[in-house]
């Protein structure tokens, strides 16, 4: 059965660095999507991507972030300047359509020291 | 703002029993999505059910939505202990165009063997 794979599934980074999370979403998907869910609160929306631009961000993805499709089957989450608060589990997902089922990753899990 | 809200946050039942859960949200949707998720890992996509649709099964689960009270129910029938997770209600806007789905509070369901 066809699945959004995400790439690392933990990773540690000091404050300040640049992380980029990977993802493969489902290849005959055409929207894909970063969520993030910090410990012990719900999921929040980031960002949605569609036709090789962002469709809809919310007010959490600011400058420091940015999302890139760079060849036909990697997505990727790029935050420049990591802080403490970016310390959270971040989904990647994928739809056929926007108002179609949307099927998640495992998740990367992004602790900040 | 559209928000899925679930009620109870918290329920505990033996297996065998069935278990509801409840979803609330503010605004038009164009559907509404179940997810669980296992302590830590991904998300997994269980039922879509959009708005001129009323009730909706699969396997052991069975969900109806009510779009006059703006509400969902998830029953999960004859719960196994491998049922224990969290139940996500995620919304998807009439009004959006980019497939961003609001996510609720969440269920953690406990089945006790």
């Known amino acids: 059965e066809p699945e959004v794979t995400q790439t690392p599934s933990h990773q540690v980074t000091q404050m300040g660095q640049e992380v980029i999370l990977r993802c493969v979403p489902i290849?005959?998907?055409?929207?894909f999507y970063w969520y993030r869910q910090i410990l012990g609160q719900k999921v929040e929306f980031l960002v949605s991507?569609?036709?090789?631009?962002?469709?809809?961000k919310s007010e959490i993805f600011d400058d420091q972030f940015s999302v890139e499709r760079p060849d036909g089957s990697n997505f990727t989450l790029k935050i420049r300047s990591t802080k403490l608060e970016d310390s959270a589990m971040y989904f990647c997902a994928s739809s056929e359509d926007r108002n179609t089922e949307a099927f998640f990753g495992q998740g990367t899990r992004l602790t900040v020291v | 703002s559209q928000q899925g809200e679930e009620d109870p946050q918290a329920l505990s039942i033996q297996e065998g029993e069935n278990a509801t859960m409840n979803c609330s949200y503010k605004t038009s949707i164009n559907n509404l999505q179940w997810y669980r998720q296992n302590s830590g890992r991904g998300l997994v996509h269980l039922i879509l059910i959009r708005s001129n649709e009323r009730e909706k099964h699969s396997g052991r689960l069975r969900v109806t939505l009510d779009t006059s009270k703006k509400s969902s129910s998830l029953l999960i029938t004859a719960s196994r202990a491998a049922d224990t997770a969290s139940y996500f209600c995620a919304t998807s806007s009439y009004y959006n165009q980019g497939g961003k789905l609001i996510f609720g509070q969440g269920t953690e369901l406990s089945v006790k063997p």
């Open positions: 991507f569609y036709n090789n631009e962002i469709s809809e």
């Open positions: 290849s005959n998907h055409l929207y």
